[in-house]
């Protein structure tokens, strides 16, 4: 008689750049994963994921998948590999290493970022290994540095209010963030609220499908949300629509940016941003009165020139009502400040042997990798740069250098692993331990591996164990185990003297815990900056020779009917996508279709477009071919590039990032990808 086949349910984590970081169930039969679920008991989950994530088994065991050592054997970008054994491409990848490492070890660069969210498999042995290298450091700025900048000048770190208690709110403003997209959970909250009669207001470039579900739908310009915010300040002030207690006591700056907002009449900011006058007035008088007022701001708003100050403007308006007093309101764009978790314990920094080793803007890793001088090697893990970064042909180039030396630890052969000279294969998040914090709410979240590793794949942290033993360096800490440092993530000072501290036997329990945190955290001030107040001006950027207070920056390449380039471009991620992960997930794509721009019929009829014309869109820095989707969803004078494609299956080899620049925002050392100015004409054979 046959055994009845052994079914167990583990605990996970959604391991995405996603705000809503859920907790995972993954079904497990006879050592093989047939179903990832949401977790009904975390109550941020509840049971539900997005369609990306609950396909999850598909990319685990996608027929793609990298599960052996390869080693590159044609040239660069050719696509040419071969299967080595672990301990033919350690060695090499050794002994290469430590040739540079003796004479330049800073010319050795880390590559990474959010390919997975977790503390462990994202930067603690890795991290540790490059700093006693004594490698280069990578300024990670390539999706959130602006706004988090903007954040710490304003409240001192990454604060915000619980996102649970936006299903109080009265009235909920979706600032640059399409959440049905991008953060399925808050939409269910907000939708909520809206039952409970609260008034939603979107604000966002593209008509998005979350603007279809609100109540009024502001399409400003791209890059003008500054304008817009101190539009709002000057109404709250001229009608006295301000809470003067509550500024008095926990706020400092307030006469400075008064005089800021009044140059912003509503009529000078709809001219700026292409909105009606009323729109604006109507839109500062339902904050000033329908209480409690919450906002949900997104990066997108930060992906321009002033996108810091718009960060920085937004994030100036609940002090100025008074709406911390009330839990439902406020702003979340990150809330990760929150948490207790003990980064610096997990990577180290202080282990560094190369106290000069340059700063690499990863946001400018086209120019970096195009000075030989500067770049010997790179280790890509948890990205895909030659996708995602900005001004890719410049990024494609300095990869393709024959004399760069490059690692690539994946799942699948991207457009990075391509040009790579060895392939890792890494393990996905249903075979291995990690730790995960959240930017969208404040809960800390355990994964625990679920089957044990495809072929010879390896968690993130074991590579590097091996490479650092082949290496010579052999410092125990680069030998912790990964439970341990699960463990290690919570010996935060502030948690373990916490009332109720998050302890590793809850996570081991139930999957997740909360941090400690007040419902309404700054109901009485108490902000973290060192005056304990929300500053409305910033010392401290002001001694960095910026203006103290927030201002509107125009964009560097702003839309213009007479320019060479027209048309304003925002690249913001497909629907079935989560930057370039997921791209090669069949089903996901098929869903997706195909790389569409998106263009408003007017502009399609200035130049001779119908639907699904095969375009060229260009500017100074390259061209992308792709199909033309003519649609409202898309402004006149704006054109959205639905991204991040692999450049492998664009038309002719490239993606929406051909075309984006490699200039920083104001503040933070972020990329422009939303200040970008192109034409776009037919296509021609």
């Known amino acids: 008689m046959q055994n009845a086949a052994m079914t167990t349910t583990i605990l996970g984590t959604c391991p995405h750049d996603c705000p809503d970081t859920c907790s995972l169930l993954t079904t497990v039969q006879d050592g093989v994963a047939i179903k990832v679920q949401g977790n009904p008991n975390h109550p941020l989950t509840d049971g539900v994921l997005c369609t990306k994530v609950s396909r999850y088994t598909e990319r685990t065991y996608h027929p793609d998948r990298v599960l052996h050592p390869l080693k590159r054997v044609g040239p660069k970008g050719s696509g040419q590999f071969q299967q080595v054994s672990w301990d033919e491409a350690l060695s090499d990848i050794a002994a290469r290493l430590k040739t540079i490492a003796d004479k330049t070890p800073e010319r050795i660069l880390p590559y990474s970022y959010a390919g997975t969210m977790g503390m462990v498999q994202g930067e603690s042995i890795a991290m540790r290994f490059f700093n006693l290298l004594g490698a280069a450091r990578l300024d990670r700025t390539i999706c959130s540095s602006a706004g988090a900048e903007a954040l710490t000048q304003t409240f001192g770190a990454k604060l915000g209010m619980k996102v649970q208690h936006f299903n109080e709110s009265k009235l909920i403003i979706i600032w640059g963030s399409n959440v049905i997209t991008s953060s399925v959970h808050f939409w269910r909250i907000a939708q909520e609220a809206k039952r409970q009669g609260a008034k939603l207001v979107c604000i966002d470039p593209r008509r998005t499908e979350t603007a279809d579900k609100c109540d009024v739908h502001l399409a400003l310009k791209p890059g003008t949300d500054a304008a817009l915010a101190l539009a709002l300040m000057h109404e709250l002030i001229t009608h006295d629509w301000l809470d003067h207690d509550y500024i008095a006591q926990h706020t400092l700056g307030f006469e400075a940016l008064r005089e800021r907002a009044l140059q912003w009449p509503p009529e000078r900011a709809a001219q700026v941003c292409g909105l009606q006058v009323d729109d604006i007035r109507q839109l500062a008088h339902d904050y000033a009165h329908i209480k409690p007022a919450a906002i949900r701001l997104n990066y997108g708003v930060q992906r321009s020139r002033g996108g810091g100050n718009a960060v920085r403007a937004v994030a100036c308006l ?6 911390w007093r009330h839990r439902a309101g406020g702003v979340v764009l990150s809330v990760s400040g929150h948490a207790l978790h003990n980064g610096v314990a997990l990577q180290r920094a202080d282990l560094h042997t190369h106290k000069s080793a340059p700063l690499i803007n990863m946001s400018t890793i086209g120019d970096a990798l195009n000075t030989p001088s500067l770049v010997e090697a790179v280790v890509v893990y948890n990205s895909n740069p030659v996708a995602v970064a900005p001004d890719s042909a410049k990024v494609v180039k300095g ?39 959240s930017y969208g709410h404040t809960d800390v979240l355990l994964n625990r591996p679920a089957i044990a590793p495809m072929g010879e794949a ?76 929300c500053e409305f001006f910033s010392d401290r950027l002001q001694a960095q020779g910026q203006d103290g207070l927030p201002d509107y920056l125009p964009n560097y390449e702003p839309a213009n009917p007479q320019a060479t380039y027209p048309l304003a471009m925002i690249s913001p991620p497909a629907r079935n996508f989560l930057n370039s992960s997921f791209v090669n997930v069949k089903s996901l794509r098929d869903m997706e279709g195909e790389p569409l721009l998106e263009i408003h019929p007017v502009d399609a009829a200035a130049r001779g477009l119908q639907d699904g014309t095969m375009v060229r ?44 620049s490699q200039k920083l925002t104001d503040m933070g050392r972020a990329p422009v990808f939303y200040d970008c100015a192109v034409q776009v004409e037919a296509q021609t054979v």
Not at 318 to 323: D, F, I, S, Y
Not at 402 to 430: G, K, N, R, S
Not at 481 to 490: F, G, M, P, V
């Open 318 to 323: 609940p002090a100025l009502t008074g709406a």
């Open 399 to 437: 990869f393709a250098r024959e004399d760069l030396f490059t690692v690539v630890l994946e799942h699948f052969m991207t457009d990075t692993a391509d040009l790579a000279d060895y392939v890792l294969p890494a393990t996905t998040q249903l075979e291995h331990w990690d730790i995960h914090n």
């Open 458 to 533: 390896k968690p993130n942290t074991q590579i590097f164990r091996e490479l650092s033993q082949r290496m010579g360096l052999h410092n125990p800490l680069l030998q912790e185990d990964d439970e341990s440092l699960c463990r290690l993530a919570l010996q935060h000072p502030r948690n373990l003297a916490s009332a109720s501290p998050v302890t590793w036997e809850k996570l081991l329990q139930d999957g997740f815990a909360h941090w400690p945190m007040a419902d309404a955290p700054f109901a009485n001030g108490g902000f973290a900056t060192a005056s304990g107040k």
């Open 617 to 660: 869109v260009f500017n100074d820095r390259g061209s992308y071919d792709c199909k033309a989707q003519l649609s409202t969803r898309a402004q006149p004078g704006m054109v959205v590039g639905l991204g991040v494609w692999w450049r492998k299956l664009g038309v002719k080899g490239t993606n929406v990032n051909e075309l984006t």
